[in-house]
Nanobody, 121 residues
């Protein structure tokens, strides 16, 4: 089973930066794509940013120009650098991965447990 562990969440003032990290581990796998989602109270979970194995990135309109997703291909660690944070960015942020399970030779996906990001003065 592939496991995803997020870190880096916390309380930050408006305008400040925060960096989230997600590290997968577990059985043999090959990452296809990874992404960050977020869910605020009373709202649907939404895609924030994603990155493919080839390095192609995609961002929600609300975070373009402020957030940057990157991946360490050797460690399979994905980072989300968040700058110019706003109160509306407050949410639980979840790491997600699409991967090839090398033991079963099937495509699967998994979610991290989530990390709280609170933007408030």
């Amino acid at each position: 089973q592939v496991q995803l562990v997020e870190s880096g969440g916390g309380l930050v003032q408006p305008g400040g930066p925060l960096r989230l990290s997600c590290g997968p581990s577990g059985s043999l796998f090959s990452i296809i794509a990874m992404g960050w989602y977020r869910q605020a109270p009373g709202k649907q979970r939404e895609l924030v940013a994603s990155i493919t194995r080839g390095g192609s990135t995609n961002y929600a309109d609300s975070v373009k120009g402020r957030f940057t997703i990157s991946r360490d291909s050797a460690k399979n660690v994905v980072h989300l650098q968040m700058n110019s944070l706003r109160p509306e960015d407050t949410a639980v942020y979840y790491c997600h991965a699409d991967f090839l399970d090398l033991g079963r030779d099937v495509v699967d996906d998994c979610w991290g447990q989530g990390t709280q990001v609170t933007v408030s003065s």
